[in-house]
């Protein structure tokens, strides 16, 4: 978990109408002076865009067709389709996502094992690779097979049900490798009772072994969108609703996290998405680039 939180206020820190903690020590000078963003209706998506979980592993022979199929949807729907690779099998680490001498990359995390424990029973997840779109309930299982993730997603992206939305901008200084996320939501008519933001670093590509079928192995797989962890250090999020409104019925949400020195911020990128805390349904979902 790479949170990073300061509890000291300063005053007049913040724009009206929001109060967060952020470790202030990542912005390279008077905090007075941050770069608070401005946001406007353009800001917003105005459609709902889909996620594709794709549960994977390195020893995973069939896995890397799944990530294929996942990729190819994406590639359909540009900039509607958003893929997070998780690493994980039902009930957290499997040998599907063991680390050892012949595949040594550790790409599974706190994060991806906590998704595999929560969705061990119930949801429809038995083995990998399986995903979930959006993790919405088709066929009477929330995970399904990759066959089945481009008409899944279709369905969605017609409906465009847009419950609630998101804005999210971000702040990088490369100097302390400080990234500050900010994030608007517009609940719309939706009742925020049950609603949840959640925030994920993703490591774009990375470069690792890989198994395929019949035994063969691939040295320089590039896997895809790889979960590497929250920046709030909360798998499920936080509850929209544990903040008040501002002054135009929005909620705000703001994060610092410190990248660490592993990853090129470049090739990396953070995905905010709300869901429902009960059902896990993701109902909107945005990336924003590291600059």
Known sequence: MFLAIGCDKVKNA??????????????PGPWTDYPWPTFSANDFTGNRNVVIEDYTGQQCVY??????EAKNIEAANPGRVLIISVHASPGGVGPFQEADEEFPAVLYNETSIAFGKEFQSGFGFDANPAGTIDRKIFNSKMFQSPGDWSSETTQIITANDLKADLAVKANYFPSTRGLFVHALI????FDTTNLKVVTQFIEKK????????????????????????????????????????NEDGNYQFDYSYQIPTQ??????????YL?????????????VAIQ
């Open 206 to 245: 990375f470069v690792s072994r890989q198994k395929f079928p019949a035994g063969q192995v691939q040295d320089d797989y590039e896997q895809h969108n790889v979960l590497r962890g929250t920046l709030d250090g909360a798998p499920f999020g936080q509850l929209v609703s544990s903040k008040a409104p």
């Open 186 to 189: 517009d609940a719309k008519n």
């Open 263 to 272: 990853y090129d911020p470049t090739n990396c990128e953070v995905i905010v």
């Open 63 to 68: 896995c890397p067709a799944a990530a294929a």
């Open 275 to 287: 869901m429902d805390k009960t059902t896990y349904e993701i109902y909107q979902a945005v990336s």
């Open 14 to 27: 913040y724009p009206p109408g929001i109060t967060t903690d952020l470790n202030k020590d990542l912005y």
